[in-house]
């Protein structure tokens, strides 16, 4: 069964402190990988898109590895700050890319 | 720029009272999803359209009909409600081909309670 998994569930930070949120996957076919945001009673922003041939993706302080063959991606936020403080979720895409499988996600909470 | 429209926000059923959950995309997008997403569980696809007049089964969709009624609208349609599927449903867009690879984007979602 194709299942995605966050670890951990919720964390707490310093402002300024550099942090990792990781993400695994049992089937490694898979079509691309995502990081969104999801603010509390919004939506979810689209982050970062891995692509399956691809190893890593940055975007300002937001940087995203991917590792096929362990099944893990990782997303790594610089110098945090308390805006980042939001729910991040991790979802893998397969089929096509039409069938996408999320993560229940990472609880960010950075403290002033 | 209005991206992704659900309608309603909000909705309170009664147990075996039908409704439809409406989605409009303004992006042109040929790709469309429906998710629900419960306490701890993340986002769970129902069903999907690939392209204006096709559409698929997810992983949750026993329950569920959808209707691709053009390129920028998707509706959900619960038959007859089941307190089961008290959940925030969730609609999405992507530009997504088999040569296009582009992020989904995502409406700020309907809250639904079934009593």
């Known amino acids: 069964k194709q299942e995605v998994t966050q670890i951990p569930a919720a964390l707490s930070v310093p402002e300024g402190e550099n942090l990792v949120l990781n993400c695994s996957f049992t089937?490694?076919?898979?079509?691309?990988l995502q990081w969104f945001r999801q603010d509390p009673g919004k939506g979810l922003t689209s982050l970062l898109l891995?692509?399956?041939?691809?190893r890593e993706q940055t975007s300002g302080r937001l940087n995203a590895s991917l590792d096929k063959s362990s099944g893990r991606s990782t997303l790594y936020i610089a110098a945090s700050q308390p805006g980042d403080s939001a729910t991040y979720l991790c979802?893998?895409?397969?089929?096509?890319?039409?069938?996408?499988?999320f993560g229940a996600g990472t609880r960010l909470f950075v403290k002033a | 720029n209005a991206g992704v429209t659900q309608t309603p926000k909000f909705q309170v059923l009664k147990t075996g009272q039908s409704m439809t959950l409406q989605c409009a995309q303004d992006?042109?997008?040929?790709?469309m999803y429906w998710y629900r997403q419960d306490p701890g569980m993340g986002l769970r696809l129902i069903y999907y359209?690939?392209?204006?007049?096709?559409?698929d089964k997810g992983e949750v969709p026993n329950g569920y009909n959808v209707s691709r009624l053009n390129k920028r609208e998707f509706s959900l349609r619960l038959e007859s409600a089941a307190p089961s599927q008290t959940s925030v449903y969730f609609c999405?867009?992507?530009?997504?081909?088999?040569?296009?690879?582009?992020?989904?984007?995502f409406g700020d979602g309907t809250r639904l309670s079934i009593l």
């Open positions: 999405a867009s992507s530009d997504r081909t088999i040569y296009s690879n582009q992020p989904q984007h």
């Open positions: 891995i692509q399956s041939s691809q």
């Open positions: 979802a893998v895409s397969y089929t096509g890319g039409f069938k996408t499988i």
């Open positions: 992006m042109n997008h040929n790709s």
């Open positions: 359209s690939a392209s204006e007049g096709t559409t």
């Open positions: 089937d490694s076919a898979i079509y691309n």
